[in-house]
């Protein structure tokens, strides 16, 4: 298993760009999440999805979009990037085991808007 | 709405020292996560807490988790240049969790 990938690594946008960060897992997880690391502030809920066709809004939504019409697939949209948005954002997959929720990092994207 | 909080948010220690890092939350919940970051990398899980009074240790790192307190604990016993990472609490809700601001620990020879 590849386990949580994300797309790009890196990605430096300018003022009002648009761009899709890409999600995917193999693990067949119903769950998954975008959250964003900013300094000081630890992580914080984007946007999440129960399962596939379920999207809801999480902590900080603004400025940014979700579609999940598959199980593996969850991207993340930028609409008009803004410098605000600079920061490292990432993708997590989970699944519940008993009263756990199993949480699968993926490696982050590290995006920087000017 | 739910809010953890983590101290110290830095922590530097020497070597050999034992230190306890703190992470408090508003709303009941029974189940807290502690991950561990290193610098430019994803998180990495290190213990689940699911009850009250839980304890879990895995090498010089004990969790401890009091539900009523609305309080966990990470304990560093003698700590190592190698354990030098920012730890992360974070509570559940439903699929997602919320997490604190991280404590950032600095081991030094």
């Known amino acids: 298993n590849a386990g949580v990938t994300q797309t790009p690594k890196f990605q430096v946008l300018k003022t009002g760009q648009s761009m899709t960060l890409q999600c995917a897992q193999d693990m067949n997880h119903e769950y998954m999440s975008w959250y964003r690391q900013d300094p000081g502030m630890g992580l914080r809920l984007i946007h999440y999805s129960v399962g596939a066709g379920i999207t809801d809004q999480g902590e900080v939504p603004n400025g940014y979009n979700v579609s999940r019409s598959t199980t593996e697939d969850f991207p993340l949209r930028l609409l008009s990037a803004a410098p605000s948005q600079t920061s490292v954002y990432f993708c997590a997959s989970s699944y519940l085991s008993g009263r756990v929720y199993e949480q699968y990092f993926g490696p982050g994207t590290r995006l920087t808007v000017t | 709405e739910l809010k953890v909080e983590q101290n110290p948010l830095f922590l530097s220690m020497q070597e050999g020292k034992n230190y306890t890092i703190y992470c408090n939350y508003s709303?009941?919940?029974?189940?807290l996560y502690w991950y561990r970051q290193d610098p430019g990398k994803s998180l990495e899980s290190l213990f689940v807490?699911?009850?009250?009074?839980a304890v879990k240790q895995e090498g010089r790192l004990m969790a401890s988790l009091d539900t009523k307190a609305r309080l966990s604990t990470l304990h560093i016993t003698a700590a190592v240049h190698d354990l030098s990472a920012t730890y992360f609490c974070a509570v559940n809700r439903g699929s997602r969790l919320t997490f604190g601001e991280g404590t950032q620990l600095t081991v030094n020879p």
């Open positions: 807490l699911l009850s009250n009074g």
């Open positions: 709303t009941t919940s029974d189940r």
